[in-house]
């Protein structure tokens, strides 16, 4: 099981991160010009601890619950959809197919909480923990035990893919409602008003957005998560999906393999993950910046930058895709580009 014990703690290897620096300023071009894809590469040799850096297996991984507060009116679809858009995943039609194929990435869907029963429905990973959340605004979301196994069905996936080969995982989820778990968490976690970190979700008016952080507000003095406690705030107004998150992140810490986090949701486990242990930070590559306006307080908790801001706010992991494309260009740049000495170039230094 995930717990305090099991987390990463170990900082990568600076060796590695000076190796490919050096590299790349011997690479044909004035030293830094080519910004952050020169940072990319720099991070991901040092996550690999290697100096060949080469294009890795890549899998994205959509996980899929329900949340009980999606009686309260807060989501502007009803929550048969998540079952709905489950069956979307696995036909293929979904953003984040069209996005994985593009950028070469396999999609994995797990159900670890959706409240439908699926009946060992082929090419789905049936992991299911709880059938939808509870009403938050009531009572506690999940039971610790429950948020624990949530998590440990994120970690173990890795395991798994990384013995398969996989040397790169991506952040996905799809829950009606789960905007309003993640707001609930970003508030408690970086104290901050509910008002400040809660946006439209998938598109809701005025009223519904009102109604919205009324209860988020009566979720948290109803539960009065711990911030201290990173697994009490994520059982009390967490999501099962969010959970999986956080656990896939500290697995893929726990591995030494670079997790690639999507949109509002997965960055809120993604900080559930960090509150528990700020090494995974670095094997974060944030994706993008959501139009969720409690992302930026989730970026700015942890001190990362999102890596593309495209104005998205789908999830699935359709910006973790993107941003794939972006690390293999990096990846690209850091293995193909010939050095001043291959090509016959003088270096600055020599002229």
Known sequence: MVNKNHVNRRHMNKKYLELAQ???????????????????????????????????????????????????????F??????????????????????????????????????????GLEGLIHSKVVHGTRNMAKEPAMSREQALQCMEVGRELVVRYADMGFGMFATGEMGIANTTASAA??????????????????????????????????????????RSDPIDVLAKVGGAEIAAIAGMVLGAAQRSLPVVVDGFISSAGALIAYCMDN?????????????????????????????LDLGLR??????????????????????????????????SEES
């Open 314 to 347: 789908l999830g699935e992991g359709t910006g973790a895709a993107l941003a794939m494309t972006i690390l293999d260009a990096a990846i690209k740049i850091y293995s193909e580009m010939a050095t001043f000495q291959q090509a016959g170039v003088s270096d």
């Open 78 to 119: 009803p929550a048969a959809v998540t079952p709905q858009m489950v069956f979307n995943f696995l036909a293929g039609g979904a953003g984040i197919n069209v996005l994985a194929r593009h950028a070469e990435v396999e999609v994995v869907v797990v159900d670890v909480g959706v409240n439908y029963d699926f009946k």
């Open 279 to 307: 090494t995974v930070k670095d094997y974060m590559f944030f994706a993008h910046m959501s139009q969720e306006v409690g992302h930026k307080a989730i970026l700015e908790f942890m001190d990362s930058t999102a890596m």
């Open 185 to 226: 968490i970003t508030s408690v976690i970086t104290s901050r008003p509910v008002a400040t970190v809660t946006g439209r979700g998938t598109g809701i008016d005025d009223a519904a957005h009102k109604r919205k952080i009324d209860v988020i507000e009566r979720a948290i003095a109803t539960n009065k998560p711990d």
């Open 22 to 76: 050096k590299h790349l300023d011997n690479l044909t071009k004035p030293r830094g010009s080519l910004g952050r894809l020169e940072q990319y590469a720099t991070r991901l040799a040092g996550i690999y601890e290697t100096q060949t850096i080469t294009i890795p297996k890549k899998v994205v991984f959509v996980f899929a619950a329900d949340h009980g507060v999606a009686s309260e009116g807060v989501s502007a």
